[in-house]
């Protein structure tokens, strides 16, 4: 089998390494949503090391996933342990013991549960046997104990925040999120695909970083052509994806998609009361459980507007899959080759990817302060919103990096195939929008306009003396 090597991940390896040669009883948690590359993490950094592992069995009963704990243990042990049937998982985990003291390993042992909430299942007694197995028997030992599951929410509240056996027992975490864009070229580069930045951006636009999703990607094809295989076409990865991925995540998760479809559908985000309002959830606790969850598992994201209140918070889908999934497949997968290529002419591809490109500088802010050279400077990043009346206009930022340095860099991202060419009308309009911030803001700090554009700004008499700061999409993919 060609071995794949592992992409990035240095500081979730360096926790994995550091729990095995930690002289103490390791219990690590890894959380991180579907096919984001958790198992592959897990098997990379230890490898033929793991002395025994159960991947939890979806919609399976609790004799079926007792069942399948004992099946493992008789694979491990290579047939030589009796195969007995336990009752309950205080049974398991007390065979388990046994099995791991015959083993008599002279290095530290390894204990992988996967996809824990599947294993987990409702009044099963899982977590009583897990906190039974780590309290009265693997915290004495030279032990590692791996749990993972893609439904953050449930392990962030069943097994972070257990208030049983398992209470505090969790002595790593990782939260393991979609590669960024430097960590997509690089994946790129291990699997020969010779993609300009541009090319990537729009794989990454479309798809995210979620390496399952990225490993479709085939040479010799543009981007164009592997987003029109990979998700219109029946026989691809991504076309019935969406129905997956929120029912393997979520129980009751037709809330959740309630609640993607209504941000999806509002470019400029929504407060947490417009969500309840869009999407015909029921006020009240089982509404900020739903938030809640998306926010944990990272399909949606939150920001505080520029002088505003907590309550004020603007929701935004950004996910990049979801957000492609609703805005062009759901309604053409049926339309057959060469959809996306028709599509990519629109009017509607050109808001999405104003809008995707936008959310993907969002998620690189780090990126952008280094490419600024303020990484050393105490800052927080907002947007703002002033909205418009019958006398006057409202005026949007998208991203106000507010620094401790007495300076606010006003960010406006512009997503464009070529270089971006600001005329006398756009600059006209830019500075009365910087006028009427800090009119209504009354800031009294140095106000600096930045463009991050995909392939820069055209210098001309309009930008000169206009934009204080000028990045491209190649700041994105700084380390």
């Known amino acids: 089998m060609k071995f794949t090597p592992l992409v990035g991940r240095l500081e979730e390896k360096k926790i994995l390494e550091n729990a095995l040669q930690s002289p103490k009883a390791e219990m690590v948690s890894i959380i991180g949503r579907r096919r984001v590359g958790k198992t592959f993490l897990v098997k990379s950094v ?3 090391k793991i002395d025994f592992e159960i991947t939890g069995i979806q919609h399976a009963t609790r004799q079926e996933q007792l069942r399948n704990f004992m099946l493992q243990i008789s694979k491990y042990s290579g047939g030589s342990f009796p195969l007995t049937e336990p009752k309950d998982w205080l049974g398991a985990f007390y065979l388990l013991s046994k099995f791991l003291e015959l083993k008599r390993k002279s290095g530290k042992m390894i204990i992988f549960l996967d996809e824990l909430p599947w294993l987990a299942t409702h009044k099963s007694g899982f977590l009583k046997g897990l906190g039974w197995f780590w309290n009265s028997w693997a915290t004495d030992r030279h032990i590692v104990v791996v749990i993972c599951g893609s439904a953050a929410s449930w392990m962030i509240k069943n097994v972070v925040h257990n208030k049983g056996g398992l209470h505090n027992r969790i002595t790593k975490r990782i939260n393991l999120r979609p590669f960024n864009l430097a960590e997509t070229e690089h ?11 541009y090319q990537i951006l729009h794989c990454y636009m479309a798809m995210g970083g979620v390496p399952h999703y990225l490993d479709e990607i085939e040479p010799g094809k543009s981007a164009a052509q592997n987003i029109d295989a990979i998700c219109f076409s029946e026989n691809g990865l991504l076309w019935d994806e969406f129905p997956k991925l929120y029912a393997s995540l979520f129980e009751n998760s037709e809330a959740h998609v309630r609640v993607i479809r209504a941000l999806a559908g509002k470019h400029k985000g929504l407060t947490r009361k417009e969500i309840v309002e869009n999407s015909r959830l029921p006020e009240g606790g089982g509404a900020s459980t739903v938030i809640e969850e998306l926010l944990h598992s990272g399909f949606i994201s939150v920001y505080q507007p520029f ?3 907590k309550k004020d918070s603007l929701y935004r889908l950004t996910d990049e899959y979801s957000l492609f999934y609703l805005q062009f497949m759901e309604n053409n997968r049926q339309e057959g080759p060469g959809v996306w290529q028709q599509l990519s002419k629109t009017q509607a591809y050109a808001a999405w990817a104003g809008y995707a490109f936008e959310n993907i500088c969002l998620k690189h802010i780090p990126q952008i302060k280094k490419a600024l050279g303020i990484s050393g400077v105490y800052s927080t990043y907002s947007s703002f919103l002033k909205k418009g009346s019958d006398e006057e206009e409202g005026i949007q930022f998208d991203l106000l990096i507010d620094r401790n340095d007495h ?10 195939a070529a270089e971006f060419t600001i005329d006398k009308s756009m600059a006209m309009n830019y500075r009365n929008k910087i006028a009427t911030f800090r009119e209504t803001t009354h800031t009294r700090k140095q106000v600096f306009l930045t463009m991050i554009t995909t392939f820069g700004v055209k210098n001309n008499q309009h930008s000169s003396g206009l934009v204080d700061a000028e990045l491209t999409m190649d700041d994105l993919f700084g380390g």
């Not at 300076?407 to 464009?416: A, M, P, Q, R, T």
């Open 46 to 48: 230890y490898s033929d």
């Open 307 to 309: 002088g505003k209140k």
């Open 407 to 416: 300076v606010i860099n006003i960010c406006e991202i512009k997503f464009y």
């Open 187 to 197: 994946f790129f580069k291990t699997k020969k695909l010779n993609f300009d930045r």
